[in-house]
């Protein structure tokens, strides 16, 4: 089992630039790949970022340039910087963790942590 906790979330001004942390208990050494989903409101839940385990990163098009993913593998910690925040950056995010077992994988979530950006 894994367990995660978001922590970072707000009421930001556009522009702003918040970092957003999610902290992995557990059996934190069989987590492949760590990510950050995001709810908009009426919208599809939508991949933002993720990292493996190796530090390979992928982000969704429309946060390329502005946010950044990174791990603290000692703090089993996963970062996410965000910076020139637009109010349609404005979701529910949430901290995603893939697990690798023998012979299966298992998703584990946090509990979101909200962003708005607005002025």
């Known amino acids: 089992q894994v367990q995660l906790v978001e922590s970072g979330g707000g009421l930001v001004q556009p522009g702003g630039s918040p970092r957003l942390s999610c902290g992995a208990s557990?059996?934190?050494?069989?987590?492949?790949?760590m990510g950050w989903p995001r709810q908009p409101p009426w919208k599809q839940r939508e991949l933002v970022a993720t990292?493996?385990?190796?530090?390979?990163?992928n982000y969704v098009d429309s946060v390329k340039g502005r946010f950044t993913i990174s791990r603290d593998n000692a703090k089993n910690t996963v970062y996410l910087q965000m910076n020139s925040l637009k109010p349609e950056d404005t979701a529910v995010y949430y901290c995603?963790?893939?697990?690798?077992?023998?012979?299966?994988?298992?998703?584990?979530w946090g509990q979101g942590t909200q962003v708005t950006v607005s002025s």
């Open positions: 557990g059996s934190t050494s069989t987590i492949h790949v």
């Open positions: 995603n963790a893939v697990a690798i077992m023998t012979g299966y994988s298992q998703g584990y």
């Open positions: 990292i493996t385990n190796r530090g390979n990163t």
